[in-house]
């Protein structure tokens, strides 16, 4: 729910922007608005304050649903949002894309290359590195990935927690705060 309505708030923002711009309120609005549109064949900046492509682009959750870092990351994958998509080759070789191989469960991705795969019962675990590669370094600098890092994620794909080193206490506690399970 109180996802639900940041992204209806956000939304709501961008929609009220748009139509004050379409539908200036008074003289300094419309003489703004005049000067962005004839700027806009020629400046790019100009044109994003025309069309932002804002409701295009899924929310981020600020969300107590999220476990909040404990180590710095960097990379574009960010907590409370989509996973960023990533070329990816299955173990048989095959060409396909991190988000298209996702179950619609809570499941974690984990970097191969330190100690054993990690389990948590009934959750799947996705090794990147051995039933994903990521032959082109894009899983890599998208998502800061280095071996042990664990990527917890919710069945509508946002991420939700994230681990330098895999800790089954730690994973299972951030599946019951994203699902709602804990006070």
């Given at each position: 729910?109180?996802?639900?309505?940041?992204?209806?708030?956000?939304?709501i923002?961008?929609?009220?922007r748009?139509?004050?711009?379409?539908?200036?309120?008074?003289?300094?609005?419309?003489?703004?608005?005049?000067?962005?549109?004839?700027?806009?064949?020629?400046a790019?900046?100009?044109?994003?304050?025309?069309?932002?492509?804002?409701?295009?682009t899924?929310?981020?959750?600020?969300?107590?649903?999220?476990?909040?870092?404990?180590?710095?990351?960097?990379?574009?994958?960010r907590?409370?949002?989509?996973?960023?998509?990533?070329?990816?080759?299955?173990?048989d070789?095959g060409?396909?894309?991190?988000?298209?191989e996702?179950?619609?469960q809570?499941?974690?991705?984990?970097?191969?290359?330190?100690?054993?795969?990690?389990?948590?019962e009934?959750?799947?675990?996705?090794?990147?590195?051995?039933?994903?590669?990521?032959?082109d370094?894009?899983?890599?600098?998208?998502?800061?990935a280095?071996p042990?890092?664990?990527?917890?994620?919710?069945p509508?794909?946002?991420?939700?927690a994230?681990?330098?080193?895999?800790?089954?206490?730690?994973?299972?506690?951030a599946?019951?705060?994203?699902?709602?399970?804990?006070?």
């Amino acid at each position: 729910d109180a996802e639900r309505i940041q992204a209806a708030d956000e939304n709501i923002g961008h929609s009220t922007r748009a139509t004050d711009f379409i539908a200036p309120h008074n003289a300094a609005e419309a003489e703004l608005r005049a000067a962005i549109l004839s700027l806009a064949p020629r400046a790019e900046f100009a044109r994003r304050m025309i069309n932002s492509g804002r409701l295009s682009t899924a929310t981020v959750y600020d969300s107590v649903l999220s476990t909040p870092d404990a180590e710095p990351w960097g990379g574009t994958a960010r907590l409370g949002a989509p996973l960023p998509d990533a070329a990816m080759r299955r173990a048989d070789g095959g060409a396909t894309f991190l988000l298209r191989e996702l179950p619609d469960q809570f499941h974690i991705l984990w970097v191969a290359g330190e100690g054993s795969a990690p389990v948590v019962e009934g959750v799947p675990v996705i090794r990147i590195g051995i039933d994903l590669k990521d032959a082109d370094g894009f899983f890599r600098t998208r998502f800061d990935a280095t071996p042990g890092a664990t990527f917890v994620v919710r069945p509508d794909h946002h991420l939700c927690a994230r681990f330098r080193r895999f800790d089954a206490g730690r994973v299972s506690a951030a599946i019951d705060r994203a699902a709602g399970r804990t006070p």
